[in-house]
């Protein structure tokens, strides 16, 4: 697993996998970016032998991931392209459950 691209906490202990995927939206491929956490935090020499167990995929902001080993947090950030993405599908599936 070396060479990915890790989320990691402020003491440097891997908490996550960043991933691109690829999504269909408004008809277009795009992609998005999310953020494979796992169940407990690894050290780097670990999560490039273990593959992390996956507890959550985090599509949007997360204000604090906690780091099971050093009890440290950090804030998931998406940018603002993600944001309005999110936002967009949030309001057209809302309004297909209020006119359904």
Known sequence: MDGLNWKRCPGGHVLGEIVREAVVYN???????????????????????IPGS?????EGTAPELYCSICDATTPWIIGQHETERLVERWVTKRRTLVQG
Not at 54 to 58: D, E, G, K
């Open 54 to 58: 996956v507890a959550a995929t985090i």
């Open 27 to 49: 008809g277009r491929r795009m992609y998005a970016t999310r953020l494979k956490l796992f169940r407990q935090a690894m050290t780097e020499a670990e999560a490039d032998v």
